[in-house]
DNA sequence: TATAAAATGATAGTAATGCTATTATCTTTG
DNA sequence: CAAAGATAATAGCATTACTATCATTTTATA
């Protein structure tokens, strides 16, 4: 997997940015410490100039990759689901049978990021962080339609959509499919944020726990159990 | 029900405001102006003096009741989940057959308020769209312990505890009671957010889909079904 | 290696935001 | 009708979210 995810780019519509940050050092220091900037004080706080002053750089310099901080955000949450993308695809596309298939795509779509992805300048466990704190936040924006229309949220449909898939091939008779799809990964964030915010709203206190409980939820919602 | 609201006071911790906006006739058009123009113009844009100049009121008077918008927004939200968690109370109190109870409150947690319910200063429609488009952000900032501590989300977190214990009295043995009640809580929001800006990622197209399609899946997380 | 082109840095400037403070005026209500 | 309380008007300040310009450095290429 790291050697491999070596070669490979996240591809991220390239409107969000106006030059690729993959394309040069700078653009690559931006993003890998703005994901450190980012979860050390929020994105609220968080602007170009402190970014610009952590990597000794220059505000104006950043705005030549992106326009702005929601500019970034949509590049970086990106490319947290293009990650999981390839990692649920990579896990998944050898099984066929569709209950263990669905099985291993949950456990990775629900699991914190924690283990060994150093293999890259993007470090994934502080990102899943950034998208269980910030995610919803680049689209719950009075510009939602505009910057869908642009195609600024194309991974993270295609995620859904592999998702209500392989439930539909568990269940081709079951009603909700995409509503399925779209509750776990949206309810997998939610419930690690409550873990760590809200402890009495969750019962996923140990590690694996969303994982369990959305596997469970979501087998038994097709009728079904999670081993063939 | 409308009759009835009219002499109860959705109890707000004081906390959250600097004087009761309740108690005059200038507060009451701040909530009520405030509610209108974060719909029209979103969060982001919303700001004390633009309510200032539509209510024809002064940027300054607004801050002798609420701190800042952030504080106005756990107002509006803290109200709305007060105003649900009202109307859960009321129709589910007489009934004693916990699937009948769950059922019932399942129905007025994940249903869109769109009926009569005109029975105060608060457009409680508008106010619902309010909260499917910006409650996350009432709680995804850097303050969120904080302000936990301070009590600002407890009508919410009595709320998902109420949920939680209908879905126990129903099936005690299940493992994620207070896991399933927030998902059910959250999920609904966001379920409502999808139909209106992302419908292929989900399947509640239809008035009343949401419900429905939360209905199934808690029944049959619990193993068994809506009626008794 | 000279030289043009591209990238970056430094500085300045602007309108808007998110406040706070002060003072003036209007409304109650005792 | 006077005092208290509430509201309005105005000003001011630090920060944000940019844009623009120009200088300097780096890189590419002839």
Redesign the pocket.
């Known amino acids: 997997m790291e050697r491999l995810l070596k070669f490979v780019k996240i591809g991220i519509n390239e409107k969000i940015y106006i030059?690729d940050p993959e394309?040069?050092?700078?653009?690559k220091r931006i993003v890998e410490e703005s994901i450190l900037l980012i979860q050390e004080i929020g994105f609220?706080?968080?602007?170009?100039?402190?970014l610009?002053q952590r990597?000794?750089?220059?505000?104006?310099?950043?705005?030549?990759?992106f326009?702005?901080?929601?500019k970034l955000l949509l590049y970086l949450t990106s490319w947290y689901w293009g990650w999981l993308e390839y990692k649920l695809v990579f896990a998944t596309n050898s099984i066929t049978e569709p209950r263990e298939k669905l099985r291993t795509a949950l456990t990775i779509v629900t699991q914190a990021a924690e283990v060994d992805s150093n293999f890259s300048h993007i470090d994934e466990v502080l990102l899943s962080k950034i998208v269980i704190n910030e995610y919803s936040k680049s689209y719950l924006t009075k510009e939602v339609d505009a910057d869908n229309k642009e195609g600024y949220f194309v991974i993270y449909k295609r995620l859904v959509n592999r998702l209500s898939t392989m439930i539909a091939a568990v269940d081709a008779a079951y009603k909700y499919p995409s509503s399925l799809a779209s509750t776990v990964l949206e309810g997998s964030l939610h419930q690690h944020f409550l873990k760590d915010h809200f402890a009495s709203l969750t019962d996923c206190h140990e590690k694996g726990d969303p994982t369990d409980y959305f596997i469970e939820l979501v087998f038994n919602a097709l009728n079904t159990t999670p081993n063939g």
């Open positions: 030059k394309s040069t050092t700078l653009g609220e706080a968080f602007t170009f100039k402190k610009g990597i000794g750089s220059n505000e104006s310099s950043i705005y030549r990759y326009e702005n901080k929601h």
